[in-house]
């Protein structure tokens, strides 16, 4: 029996995927607002960027869903007793990537520590060795089969990815095929040259990939430690996937917060001026004047002590580390919003002396109406190409602000946590150095992906640069 648990970063995150769905239904019926989108898909660079984020995505909403277990039954037990370890569903599928615990480093696919330790052998003498590992290549009787265990591993890998690719291939062609009208052959033949109008080979080749990722992960990390075990034993691995949410929260909640105070504050400041543009002007540039890492620490070191002060706010240890991050989303949401604003009172400042706005304002159409039908439509593509850019730029602020202490908390896991734990690492002989390049290769694709599709998004919703 579980108990569903709703983490405050839970409901926000599906309420932003709801907020999304409808503004793509929306979007269906708004030509100049498909038009746009439909430019993007065309774009190889974009069409695979976007299947890099969907992975993302996915893996992050699997971790937003948080439940606890019951524990056992004990004898005259009248309520049923939940276990204090709050779980997700990412948890359950990772499965024994996050129970196989190992007693210290391990590098990755390794099958013994990667320190020596000492043992008393049977004739009473003590020699230093590198112990087996509990459950990397535990199965394996002999170690030096390793390489060949690891190749056969692969191969099946890379047949399970094949065949999942095969069949979304074969199910594209079979439903543009039906939506075109034409033969499924020539469809299919049509999508492997790739004649198609949206670059549908493209996305198959990314998705061949990720699928190949997958299933070498899936087949490998049930018998070895794929990316080797941190000071304590617990799997890189492991670390590095339940750290994409992390990351994805920071850059998309932090939106929420920023968004009402750019797009409305902006907008009055260039459409009223006079003396609502001289508050809001003194209000952006005193906040700039602070600087935003002291900012963010005074915040986070103040929501630190009141956590301290009412331990009985929080059930779980995930609620209190919930609330950290959540708190961390508010201020940085808070001290990134200035940019934007400045940005929309210079194209409001400009869009106020048009023809069409001056018409309404002749013909007595009132300034809410004015705002909202006339100004905030076109200063839309402004918001999403500010949107979609700085979401990388939020996602290495994370690691940035956990890397000086200031960040999420200690408990949660994160890309910014996991750097900052390769400090000492790094400098230990023998070094550890793959926490460090685990994490940063998760977030440098992350990155990078987002960038990429920004441009893409810029490209095809800028006026200046629309073709």
Same mark, same amino acid.
């Given at each position: 029996?579980?108990q569903?648990?709703?983490?405050?970063?839970?409901?926000?995150?599906?309420?932003? @995927?709801?907020?999304?769905?409808?503004?793509?239904?929306?979007?269906?019926?708004?030509?100049?607002?498909?038009? =746009?989108?439909?430019?993007?898909?065309?774009?190889?660079?974009?069409?695979?960027?976007?299947?890099?984020l969907?992975?993302?995505?996915?893996?992050?909403?699997?971790?937003?869903?948080?439940?606890?277990?019951?524990?056992?039954?004990?004898?005259?037990?009248?309520?049923?007793?939940?276990?204090g370890?709050?779980?997700?569903?990412?948890?359950?599928?990772?499965?024994?990537?996050?129970?196989?615990?190992?007693?210290?480093?391990?590098? =990755? #696919?390794?099958?013994?520590?990667?320190?020596?330790?000492?043992?008393?052998?049977?004739?009473?003498?003590?020699?230093?060795?590198?112990?087996?590992?509990?459950?990397?290549?535990?199965?394996?009787?002999?170690?030096?089969?390793k390489?060949?265990? $690891?190749?056969?591993?692969?191969?099946?890998?890379?047949?399970?990815?094949?065949?999942?690719?095969?069949?979304?291939?074969?199910?594209?062609? @079979?439903?543009?095929?039906?939506?075109?009208?034409?033969?499924?052959?020539?469809?299919?033949?049509?999508?492997?040259?790739g004649?198609?109008?949206?670059?549908?080979?493209?996305?198959?080749?990314?998705?061949?990939?990720? *699928?190949?990722?997958?299933?070498?992960l899936?087949?490998?990390s049930?018998?070895?430690?794929?990316?080797?075990?941190?000071?304590?034993?617990?799997?890189?691995?492991?670390q590095?996937?339940?750290?994409?949410r992390?990351?994805?929260?920071i850059?998309?909640?932090?939106?929420?917060?920023?968004?009402?105070?750019?797009v409305?504050?902006?907008?009055?400041?260039?459409? #009223?001026?006079?003396?609502?543009?001289?508050?809001?002007?003194?209000?952006?540039?005193?906040?700039?004047? $602070?600087?935003?890492?002291?900012?963010?620490?005074?915040?986070?070191?103040?929501?630190?002590?009141?956590?301290?002060?009412? =331990?009985?706010?929080?059930?779980?240890?995930?609620?209190?580390? %919930?609330?950290?991050?959540?708190?961390?989303?508010?201020?940085?949401g808070v001290?990134?919003?200035?940019?934007?604003?400045r940005?929309?009172?210079?194209?409001?400042?400009?869009?106020?002396?048009?023809?069409?706005?001056?018409?309404?304002?002749?013909?007595?159409?009132?300034r809410?109406? $004015?705002?909202?039908?006339?100004?905030?439509?076109?200063?839309?593509?402004?918001?999403?190409?500010? @949107?979609?850019?700085?979401?990388?730029?939020?996602?290495?602020?994370?690691?940035?602000?956990?890397?000086?202490?200031?960040?999420?908390?200690?408990t949660?896991?994160?890309?910014?946590?996991?750097?900052?734990?390769?400090?000492?690492?790094?400098?230990?002989? =023998?070094? @550890?150095?793959?926490?460090?390049?685990?994490?940063?290769?998760?977030?440098?694709?992350?990155?990078?992906?987002?960038?990429?599709?920004?441009?893409?998004?810029? %490209? *095809?919703?800028d006026?200046?640069?629309?073709?």
């Amino acid at each position: 029996m579980i108990q569903p648990v709703i983490l405050w970063t839970d409901a926000l995150v599906f309420l932003l @995927v709801v907020v999304v769905l409808v503004f793509a239904l929306y979007a269906r019926n708004k030509e100049h607002l498909r038009a =746009p989108w439909r430019q993007v898909v065309r774009s190889r660079m974009a069409v695979a960027s976007l299947v890099v984020l969907s992975a993302y995505t996915v893996t992050g909403l699997l971790d937003s869903i948080h439940f606890r277990t019951a524990l056992p039954e004990t004898a005259g037990q009248r309520e049923i007793q939940y276990s204090g370890e709050v779980l997700s569903v990412l948890d359950t599928l990772l499965g024994p990537v996050r129970t196989q615990v190992e007693k210290s480093y391990s590098a =990755p #696919f390794a099958t013994h520590l990667y320190t020596r330790e000492s043992v008393t052998t049977g004739e009473g003498e003590t020699v230093r060795i590198f112990p087996r590992l509990q459950f990397g290549g535990a199965h394996l009787a002999d170690p030096a089969h390793k390489g060949a265990d $690891i190749a056969a591993r692969s191969a099946i890998a890379a047949a399970q990815a094949v065949s999942a690719t095969a069949a979304l291939y074969l199910l594209a062609g @079979v439903m543009l095929a039906r939506r075109r009208r034409r033969p499924l052959f020539a469809m299919l033949g049509q999508l492997a040259r790739g004649e198609t109008e949206i670059p549908w080979r493209t996305a198959l080749l990314a998705v061949l990939l990720i *699928a190949l990722l997958v299933a070498l992960l899936a087949n490998l990390s049930a018998a070895y430690h794929v990316l080797g075990t941190d000071k304590v034993g617990q799997d890189v691995l492991y670390q590095s996937i339940k750290s994409i949410r992390t990351g994805l929260v920071i850059g998309t909640l932090t939106t929420l917060v920023m968004l009402p105070f750019a797009v409305f504050l902006g907008m009055m400041a260039g459409y #009223f001026r006079g003396w609502v543009d001289d508050v809001i002007q003194y209000l952006y540039t005193t906040l700039n004047s $602070i600087p935003g890492v002291l900012l963010i620490a005074a915040a986070v070191l103040m929501m630190q002590v009141y956590m301290a002060n009412h =331990p009985e706010l929080f059930e779980t240890m995930a609620e209190r580390a %919930d609330l950290r991050l959540l708190f961390l989303c508010l201020i940085l949401g808070v001290t990134s919003w200035t940019g934007l604003c400045r940005l929309l009172r210079g194209e409001t400042l400009k869009l106020r002396e048009l023809d069409y706005v001056q018409a309404a304002t002749a013909f007595g159409v009132s300034r809410a109406t $004015i705002l909202v039908r006339h100004l905030l439509p076109n200063l839309l593509h402004l918001v999403l190409i500010a @949107v979609v850019i700085d979401f990388s730029g939020l996602v290495l602020a994370e690691a940035v602000l956990s890397y000086v202490g200031v960040g999420v908390d200690p408990t949660t896991l994160s890309w910014g946590n996991m750097i900052n734990g390769a400090r000492l690492e790094m400098a230990r002989e =023998p070094m @550890v150095w793959w926490s460090l390049l685990a994490a940063f290769t998760f977030m440098f694709t992350l990155v990078l992906a987002a960038n990429l599709f920004s441009d893409a998004v810029r %490209d *095809a919703f800028d006026p200046r640069l629309r073709r």
